[in-house]
């Protein structure tokens, strides 16, 4: 679940892009906890992407999942670790208006025990990934 200070909030309704923190492991292994997320708002929506929305019995709580498919009411939303809980098997369709965008890129902080130019380098090279969608995990999760 990512985490969004109310002025990054405030910031994503006058810019289309923003800032997330993911905490908690519902989406491993596509997202992980700590990763920093690029969120871009009001975005076109299909089945298979990873989106963040709020929480619909606790607006104030921002969560990423993956919205599988468009159902009569809203998105039915999964997380991709099916251990984790806390999607649409729980509180069922979330509406369209509650989800607010499309995750675009994750990067991942240094951590302060990356100091070898090795380390940093491979920590270049890994920390920021676009975000797909994932048509295939979509049909596969629909199975659940």
């Known amino acids: 679940m990512p985490e969004l200070s109310q002025e990054t909030e405030h910031r994503g309704v006058l810019l289309p892009f ?30 298979g992407d990873v989106v963040v929305l709020r929480h619909p019995f606790q607006q104030d709580l921002l969560v990423v999942k993956r919205a599988v498919e468009r159902r009569e009411g809203g998105w039915w939303v999964l997380g991709d670790n099916a251990y984790a809980g806390g999607d649409s098997t729980d509180y069922g369709v979330v509406p369209v208006e509650l989800v607010l965008g499309k995750v675009r890129l994750r990067y991942r902080p240094r951590r302060p025990d990356q100091r070898s130019p090795f380390a ?25």
């Open 18 to 47: 923003g800032p997330a923190e993911v905490t908690g492991p519902s989406m491993v292994p596509t997202l992980h906890h700590a990763d920093r997320l690029l969120v871009q708002y009001g975005a076109r929506i299909r089945p």
């Open 120 to 144: 940093v380098a491979r920590w270049v090279l890994s920390c920021a990934r676009p975000v797909f969608s994932d048509r295939s995990a979509s049909r596969r999760l629909r199975a659940r």
